[in-house]
């Protein structure tokens, strides 16, 4: 099959698609899968016209999982059926066996009522550690009265995202998008049914699950985003606020936050207690068996900051005032011969190595994402320059944007290429596509 799509062999993979209305076989036998249409023998030696649109799902699937990631939007747009097919999990299944998926991380962030979309592509089969990705590519959308009723909401910094397959769903507090990274297109899905701010959302088992975001809801909703559909599946014992959602396993996860709505002076004291526990949290709930599961927290409290999950494991970064800590939480709950530990064992690790002007206050926050067997931590917000400048030290330090990769085989942090300075205060995702 040719390395693109171009018109020629578009409007061949269209015509193949639907059934010849002169053709009256009705039995059509085939060997192999047909590159291009032909003609093939019954038992009755009569030549009869066939089109890839008689192959079974099972078949047809097969073809298409091999063709080139250039491809695959064109494809995904010749029917319906195949676009069902393009985004079925054993598309994605076939792909990764023949190692047509790569994983790419995407930030996304919005300015002037218009989308941005930055993405690198991490190349795990390349040995040098120094050059392990792409550089970062760019890509706007025009402005969208959707993209700008989410700007003017604070979006993406205020919003989650999740990915599905091949598209993100960028949740915010009273709307929510889709976005299509093999068309590029994006368009409106139904908001959440209870207004959140700076809430946990994660994607289990092809569904988005999202908790906290408030003082007065201790709601889950559940998203079907074939259905584009929301309810409420659970409600969790405590109301977070500012918390980050991870999955793994079957597992949502609920991390960090705080508990706000305490008032008097014994209750704001319990309730300056009570919250540095939350800080330090974990909630963990099965969504398969409707139930949640022992929580648990991080080693020496401490304030999270960033979390994510990455190849079975969640990954912390917490704030102690004066340092920094990192740690892994196995998350597996199926045991894992020869892997030492176990599920619900803490491991304290290599911290990342942020430069010294860098602390972790109000004004900057960090991005956490699991790309396949790494770790991704972005500076989305926070401008060095001026931390210097308020402190009365002077100097240039360092821009918004600083990228660091911790590879969790080699158990080691490097730098890598800054996100690029159009994309501001930007949230982030792994997509494998």
Same mark, same amino acid.
């Given at each position: ?153 604070? $979006? ?42 700076? $809430? ?234």
């Amino acid at each position: 099959m040719s390395d693109s799509c171009n018109s020629r062999h578009f409007s061949w993979l269209m015509k193949s698609c639907y059934p010849n209305p002169n053709d009256n076989s009705t039995t059509v036998v085939y060997a192999v899968a047909p590159k291009s249409s032909s003609s093939i023998t019954n038992n009755n030696n009569n030549c009869l016209s066939s089109n890839i649109s008689s192959l079974p799902d099972d078949i047809l699937i097969d073809c298409l999982s091999r063709v080139p990631p250039s491809s695959i939007p064109n494809l995904s747009l010749v029917c319906r059926r195949w676009t069902r097919l393009l985004l079925s999990p054993i598309f994605s299944d076939l792909r990764r066996n023949h190692g047509l998926l790569r994983h790419t991380l995407f930030a996304l962030s919005a300015a002037d009522s218009a989308l941005f979309a930055a993405t690198i592509r991490f190349h795990p089969d390349q040995t040098d550690n120094n050059n392990t990705e792409s550089p970062w590519k760019v890509s706007a959308f025009l402005p969208d009265n959707v993209v700008s009723t989410l700007g003017n909401q604070g $979006f993406p910094s205020h919003a989650r995202l999740s990915a599905v397959g091949p598209r993100i769903y960028i949740v915010g507090r009273n709307a929510t998008l889709r976005y299509d990274t093999w068309t590029g297109t994006v368009t409106a899905r139904s908001p959440m049914m209870i207004s959140r701010k700076k $809430f946990a959302a994660a994607a289990v088992s092809g569904k988005i699950y999202v908790a906290g975001g408030g003082p007065r809801t201790t709601a889950v909703e559940e998203c079907d985003p074939d259905e584009d559909k929301w309810r409420v599946v659970a409600h969790s014992s405590r109301s977070r606020y500012g918390c980050i959602g991870a999955s793994v396993d079957g597992v949502f996860y609920v991390i960090g936050g705080l508990k706000l709505g305490a008032s008097g002076n014994d209750q704001l004291r319990a309730a300056s207690i009570e919250a540095h526990v939350y800080a330090s949290s974990m909630d963990l709930y099965d969504v398969e068996a409707r139930a949640w599961l022992r929580s648990r927290a991080v080693p020496g409290g401490g304030c999270v900051v960033a979390a994510c999950a990455a190849a079975g494991h969640i990954y912390v970064l917490a704030s102690h005032a004066v340092e920094l800590t990192f740690w892994r939480f196995d998350a597996r709950r199926k045991a894992v011969a020869g892997s030492g530990g176990g599920f619900g064992e803490w491991c304290r690790i290599k911290c990342p190595p942020l430069p010294a002007q860098i602390s972790v206050d109000s004004t900057v926050r960090f991005c956490c994402a699991g790309v396949g067997d790494k770790v991704v931590l972005v500076q989305v917000s926070g401008c060095i320059d001026d931390l210097l400048r308020r402190s009365g030290r002077g100097g240039r330090g360092m821009k918004e944007g600083l990228v660091l990769v911790y590879d969790t085989v080699a158990g080691e942090w490097r730098r890598a290429a800054d996100l690029p300075e159009i994309v501001r205060r930007a949230s982030c995702v792994c997509v494998e596509c």
